[in-house]
């Protein structure tokens, strides 16, 4: 984690850089605004808004993907307001414990992590769903609520896409897991939470869940039908016809999918060594299935 404190009280920020070296932080100093205009990239940029007649802003703007952290002498428009409104992100009242400002540092990093996860996360969301669309306007319902689809992906789909018409953060609990119904009573009534799973849950547990769940805000998935008169139940269909949970395909159907989703990724000789059968075969399945190879 690289550091650059700017700072014209050498005391101070040398002290500032003792501290942080010696739990592990790489330290620089500058001890003008012009010093710090480099190319060089920094983690953090701890800024002293005292420094007489510099200006702080071209500071904030070269080093805008750092988190800047202001050191003030006092609180003002000049001092914090404009500055955070230019790019900073906090700032700390001088004279400082060092700890607070460890601290300080320490929120942003994870802030940023956490930041970069979720956007990782979100990409690999939007790629897992990118195929998948539903009949249903997910804004018409409200929770409790079951969701039965064949098909677990298009079920959780459907969270998703409810989690974001609220504008609301989505937990998810298996009723595969020993510890379900504990946690679930754990979980705040305004907290939006997927419920996975329904068709595992014993009979015996059934009637304990459903009154569980009456002031929650949960949406509870089903592979299996669901028939229960006391929360609506919305049926999904899945829009596609092959390997949906719990069905075994017939040897014709499965060879279509699999010469149709792969005969451009495999020449015929290694397609038809994957599927069993010779080359003159694999042309018979084309012609029958009324299926074109691109060239």
């Known amino acids: 984690m690289k550091v650059l404190i700017i700072e ?3 005391y101070l920020a040398q002290s500032i850089a003792g501290k942080l070296s010696e739990i592990g932080y790489s330290c620089n100093i500058s001890s003008s605004t012009q010093d710090a205009l480099s190319d060089t ?3 953090i940029v701890l800024l002293s808004t005292g420094i007489s007649g510099q200006n702080i802003y071209p500071v904030i703007e070269t080093h805008k ?5 202001l050191m003030v002498s006092y609180v003002s428009n000049d001092t914090v307001t404009r500055p955070l409104s230019a790019g900073a992100k906090d700032y700390i009242l001088k004279p400082f414990m060092i700890e607070e400002l460890i601290r300080k540092i ?5 802030y940023n992590r956490l930041h970069i996860a979720n956007k990782t996360y979100n990409q690999y969301i939007a790629h897992r769903f990118k195929d998948i669309k539903i009949e249903q306007d997910v804004k ?3 929770t409790p609520l ?3 689809c064949s098909y677990q992906k298009h079920s959780d789909f459907f969270a998703f896409e409810y989690a974001k018409a609220r504008k609301a953060p989505l937990s998810f609990i298996s009723l595969e897991s020993p510890t379900a119904l504990s946690d679930l009573k754990g979980v705040p009534s305004k907290d939006l939470i997927c419920v996975t799973d329904f068709q595992v849950l014993k009979k015996a547990d059934r009637k304990i869940f459903l009154d569980l769940i009456k002031s929650k805000n949960v949406i509870v998935t089903s592979t299996d039908s669901v028939s229960i008169d006391t929360f609506p139940v919305v049926v999904i269909k899945s829009n596609s016809p092959f390997f949906e949970h719990g069905e075994i395909l017939p040897i014709e159907d499965y ?3 699999i010469v149709l989703n792969y005969q451009n990724k495999f020449p015929d000789t290694e397609l038809s060594k994957k599927l069993g059968i010779s080359r003159k075969n694999l042309w018979e399945k084309r012609k029958k299935f009324g299926i ?3 060239r």
């Open 65 to 69: 993907n750092a988190v800047v952290i």
């Open 255 to 257: 060879i279509k999918y």
């Open 8 to 10: 014209n009280e050498i």
């Open 292 to 294: 074109s190879k691109n």
């Open 146 to 148: 079951f969701i039965s």
């Open 41 to 43: 990239t920094y983690d």
């Open 106 to 110: 320490e929120h942003f990093q994870e």
């Open 140 to 142: 018409e319902y409200t």
